[in-house]
């Protein structure tokens, strides 16, 4: 009976088992067998070369510029997407009456498609008839082009920014609403302020909700790809490039498998140790993982 | 003394509303925008980019949904294959393994677990060279199968982690008394099993049928045929081949939005639950 209900259980699994080996576990270490060898344009040969990949990776200007970006962006989401979420969601909490009009506004664009939103963007940026410089004008000033080398990553961050505020606002507003209201009620008697109910009452009641997110955005970095690929494409001159767009384009744009395999292996390896060092550093020794 | 108080009151309440509207703004805006010039010829956008079109026309659908090389009726039929198949996929592999592995305690159960939490931690960068070889190597090259079967792949791990969870807290009693009346496993999970777990299938399915829709790098990756590629691959090659033709991008981007907007419109709650769930996924 119990050998039966054994292979029926492994029977089930089989398909996912299969799926996952051939297109997760197996590539996974092909990547990173890749990223040891010199291997261009997908041909038969791939020639080892141990760790020059790596080697010439940290040579590498455009690396720099990239881990340099991401860092850029990891600051922009902590302070938007965390801080400016965390804001609008205690304001929200506030004006019981419309609190559904204003989630359902702010949480849409994390449906809309991040090619349609790099386009829209691109449009926005647009030096004859875009929105930018029509307010620009609107305001007495001069049009603009807008992207250059030193504008171009902050450009391309607004819209990956702007997009998933909605994202974090209605995980707020979920750990706000879970706050039992008895904490609320004995500190109004205690005739608390607004702005201290924030600081000493929610934000602290919802550590464990910040942690995660925290974590969650800062290693969600790694992974931004179509809105810098619509708006920049990592250009002008490499000077908004990602990781992830660096490798694509060196793949399979120029060919080289090799050294994007290597780029690919960095962004694992920075992934898991950028999520491990944070969940360390924000979990005081408490709960919840 | 109490009037300044109050004043001081009704200010903070006045800001706070500048607040949030003024973040709604910035989210409707850009979209309202894009809305008001699809309807307008691309020479009424660089004359006046903000006003209201003379007339309402759609001369710019009209011309995406037909043109040639780029048809948007003909990705909208891809998206609709590629991501309906890869929700179907997901649906079915991962409601098997998670009743395999919630329904079923063995000692193996919990390495499984492991597996799968270390599966979420791999980008989809990470194993995109390797499949893009494999995929080329397969019968399925430049059919929506490629594009399907990796998508299928990327979405199992976050997948079976909600459903295993979901089927572990549903009550035994029901599988046992259906067990003892000598009802098979398959039995089970479709008449049981599968009915009570229906809200996490529909949290699941919507949220891959999302991410799917909107997936531009493994169709553009997997897929290099034009015939078979979805509406976001479209998209992505649209201002390169529109030129200056403004309007006819504008359209494009109302076109590619529109069937998720509409799924937003009527089951908001589901959404907002599926993606949140989603948070997650690698």
């Known amino acids: 009976m119990k050998a039966k209900r054994q292979r029926t259980a492994i029977l089930f699994l089989l398909p996912a088992v299969v799926l996952l080996l051939c297109f997760m576990i197996y590539p996974l270490g092909k990547t990173i067998y890749y990223s040891f060898t010199a291997w261009y344009n997908f041909s038969a040969v791939q020639t080892f070369i141990g760790l020059d990949n790596y080697k010439d990776l940290i040579r590498d200007p455009v690396v720099r510029t990239a881990l340099r970006n991401t860092g850029i962006l990891m600051a922009g989401v902590l302070l938007f997407q965390i801080g400016f979420a965390l804001i609008l969601a205690i304001l929200v909490d506030g004006v019981r009456h419309c609190f559904k009009f204003f989630r359902t506004i702010y949480f849409f664009p994390i449906v809309i498609s991040a090619t349609a939103i790099g386009l829209m963007f691109t449009l926005i940026y647009k030096y004859e008839y875009g929105l930018l410089n029509y307010f620009i004008t609107l305001f007495g000033g001069e049009k603009q082009v807008w992207i250059n080398e030193k504008t171009s990553i902050y450009l391309a961050l607004i819209p990956v920014v702007w997009q998933y505020v909605g994202f974090y606002f209605v995980i707020f507003l979920t750990g706000i609403s879970n706050i039992s209201s008895d904490i609320y009620e004995s500190a109004m008697l205690d005739g608390i302020r607004p702005v201290q109910k924030a600081v000493y009452i929610t934000v602290p009641m919802l550590r464990s909700v910040l942690t995660s997110s925290i974590v969650l955005v800062v290693s969600g970095c790694f992974k931004v790809f179509d809105i810098i690929f619509m708006v920049t494409n990592g250009g002008p001159l490499d000077s908004s490039q990602l990781l992830s767009t660096y490798m694509y384009q060196k793949a399979f744009a120029r060919g080289n498998g090799g050294y994007a395999s290597s780029i690919a292996i960095v962004m694992i390896v920075l992934g898991v140790a950028v999520t491990s060092v944070l969940r360390k550093m924000l979990q005081g020794g408490d709960e919840d993982a | 003394m109490l009037e300044a108080e109050k004043g001081k009151e009704l200010a903070a309440r006045i800001l706070k509303y500048i607040i949030l509207i003024f973040w709604a703004l910035t989210t409707i805006i850009p979209l309202l925008w894009v809305l008001i010039n699809s309807f307008k010829t691309s020479e009424e956008i660089v004359k006046n980019g903000i006003a209201f ?212 419109v009527i089951s908001q709650e589901q959404v907002i639950k599926g993606l949140t769930a989603g948070a997650v996924k690698g």
């Open chain 2, 53 to 264: 079109p003379a007339t309402i026309q759609f001369t710019n659908y009209k011309t995406i949904m037909s043109y040639p090389d780029l048809s948007m009726s003909r990705a909208f039929l891809n998206s609709f294959i590629i991501s309906g198949s890869v929700v179907i996929g997901v649906v079915l592999i991962a409601g098997l393994a998670a009743f395999s592995l919630g329904r079923f305690r063995f000692k193996w159960t919990k390495y499984a677990d492991a597996v799968l939490i270390a599966c979420l931690l791999v980008p989809s960068f990470a194993t995109m060279i390797p499949n893009f070889v494999t995929i080329s190597k397969l019968p399925v090259r430049g059919t929506h199968a490629a594009a399907v079967i990796p998508q299928i792949a990327g979405n199992l791990c976050f997948s079976i982690t909600l459903l295993t969870g979901f089927m572990r807290s549903l009550p035994d009693e029901l599988d046992e008394a259906a067990i003892i009346d000598g009802a098979s496993p398959l039995y089970v999970l479709t008449h049981i099993t599968m009915p009570l777990s229906k809200p996490m299938f529909a949290t699941v399915g919507i949220m891959v049928f999302i991410w799917s829709y909107n997936d531009l790098l493994t169709s553009m990756v997997y897929l290099s045929q034009r015939s078979k590629q979805p509406v976001c691959v479209i998209l992505s090659m649209v201002s390169n081949m529109f030129g200056t033709d403004y309007g006819s991008m504008m359209a494009a981007i109302i076109v590619t939005i529109v069937p998720l907007l509409v799924l937003y």
